[in-house]
């Protein structure tokens, strides 16, 4: 079965960068949307960022102008470049493609300190 595997997580002091990566560990085809999500502890997994196979992004207001989202459809990667981090952005950050299927990662750590 095909799985969603993450890289890039870790802890930065705040005003840092991280860039996360998400490939499928096997053959996806014809991956339409791909998106950033996160999840805070004791909060519910929200938006961060989403292309679609157009390249049209969408952000969620508190990154905007600090992430920024791409994809590599040849790799069929997707990509979380985060500049200026900020303590609230600490959570748990997955990945997720969209095809006929909805795959989702398994999540990496971002822990940002002031």
């Known amino acids: 079965q095909v799985q969603l595997v993450e890289s890039g997580g870790g802890l930065v002091q705040a005003g840092g960068s991280l860039r996360l990566s998400c490939a499928p560990s096997g053959s996806i085809f014809s991956i339409n949307t791909m998106g950033w999500y996160r999840q805070a502890p004791g909060n519910q997994r929200e938006l961060v960022a989403t292309?679609?196979?157009?390249?049209?992004?969408t952000y969620a207001d508190s990154v905007k102008g600090r992430f920024t989202i791409s994809r590599d459809n040849a790799k069929n990667t997707v990509y979380l470049q985060m500049n200026s981090l900020k303590p609230e952005d600490t959570a748990v950050y997955y990945c997720k493609m969209t095809t006929v299927k909805v795959y989702w990662g398994q999540g990496t750590q971002v822990t940002v300190s002031s």
């Open positions: 292309i679609t196979s157009v390249s049209t992004t």
